[in-house]
């Protein structure tokens, strides 16, 4: 074997080998990425649970979401803090898909939750006086997503239920 015929092979097996870590690379940076929406969707359900478990908690936030009374500052405080928990918490899912570390479906699956925290007159009269808080692009798509929607019915058949 020739030193030209020996170098010919070194190449080949330094390209192979290139080839090899390149691969070996790629999978585990989908392996990563497949952890980081793992990651993500184990928090979205956190947050959503968190949500719930308010209700649980203090089940008069549905009663002061649509009674017809004005409630009181505290009443109000506490609609205010949740409203802000729960729209963070779509936000966050959000910037995720925005980002590429949810799917579209993931994100369709979420969004569907500020229908629900956005039902009642009172609640979006709150979203107005807390949306600054949050990015204006967010802003921009629940202004979009809530445009002629009708308020929810939900509390007063809740009530109904015998």
């Not at 980081?36 to 949500?51: H, I, K, P, V």
């Not at 956005?118 to 979006?124: A, C, D, M, Q, Y």
Request: hydrophobic residues 40%.
């Amino acid at each position: 074997m020739t030193l030209e015929q020996a170098a010919l092979i070194a190449q080949i097996v330094g390209v192979v080998v290139v080839a090899a870590t390149l691969i070996y690379l790629a999978m585990q940076v989908h392996q990563g990425a497949q952890q980081m929406r793992s990651e993500g969707r184990q928090a979205q359900l956190t947050y959503d649970q968190t949500g719930v478990y308010k209700f649980v908690d203090f089940p008069e936030l549905g009663r002061i979401f649509s009674q017809a009374e004005k409630p009181g500052f505290e009443e109000k405080t506490k609609l205010f803090f949740w409203m802000i928990g729960q729209m963070r918490a779509r936000e966050y899912e959000w910037l995720q898909y925005q980002n590429g570390a949810i799917t579209r479906e993931s994100w369709e699956t979420y969004h569907g939750v500020i229908y629900f925290v956005l039902g009642t007159e009172r609640s979006r009269a709150l979203w107005e006086v807390c949306s600054g808080y949050f990015n204006p692009g967010f802003v921009e798509m629940v202004g979009g997503m809530m445009k002629d929607v009708p308020p929810t019915d939900l509390w007063d058949r809740l009530e109904d239920v015998g």
